[in-house]
C-alpha cells in the first residue's frame, strides 16, 4: 500500500507558478512510475504529466510550460507549473503505476493522493 499527499497548490495570478509536491509513504516508489492528472469541475480527469526513473512524458498541451520532476531521496514527486493559465484551474492528483509504465489514463494507475486545488484568476 502506498499512501500520497499533495500540497503546494493555491490561489496565482495567470502568468504565474507554482510548484506541487507528492510525499509517498509506504513503500519506496523509485522503481514505479509517478503520474499527475488534473480535473476541472465538470470535467472529467486528465493526465497531465508522468516520469519513471528520468523518464518524462507530458500531455502535449502543457510541454514546455510543466515539469515533473522526483526526488527518490525523500519518495516525492514535484510538478513545476509556469505560465499559469486560467484554464489550469483544476484539483491536482498525483498517482503511483506500479508496472511502471508511463501511461496518460487514470485506469492504468493503482493509488491516488486527495488532491490539492489550485486556482488561477484572471
Known amino acids: 500500500q502506498v499512501q500520497l499527499v499533495e500540497s503546494g497548490g493555491g490561489l496565482v495570478q495567470a502568468g504565474g507558478s507554482l510548484r506541487l509536491s507528492c510525499a509517498a509513504s509506504?513503500?519506496?516508489?523509485?522503481?514505479?512510475?509517478m503520474g499527475w492528472f488534473r480535473q476541472a469541475p465538470g470535467k472529467e480527469r486528465e493526465f497531465v504529466a508522468a516520469?519513471?526513473?528520468?523518464?518524462?512524458y507530458y500531455a502535449d498541451s502543457l510541454k514546455g510550460r510543466f515539469t515533473i520532476s522526483r526526488d527518490n531521496a525523500k519518495n516525492t514527486v514535484y510538478l513545476q507549473m509556469n505560465s499559469l493559465k486560467p484554464e489550469d484551474t483544476a484539483v491536482y492528483y498525483c498517482?503511483?503505476?506500479?508496472?511502471?509504465?508511463?501511461?496518460?489514463?487514470?485506469?492504468?494507475?493503482?493509488?491516488w493522493g486527495q488532491g490539492t486545488e489550485v486556482t488561477v484568476s484572471s
Open positions: 516520469i519513471r526513473w528520468s523518464v518524462e
Open positions: 498517482a503511483v503505476q506500479k508496472a511502471g509504465v508511463l501511461g496518460n489514463s487514470p485506469g492504468e494507475y493503482d493509488y
Open positions: 509506504g513503500r519506496t516508489i523509485s522503481s514505479y512510475a
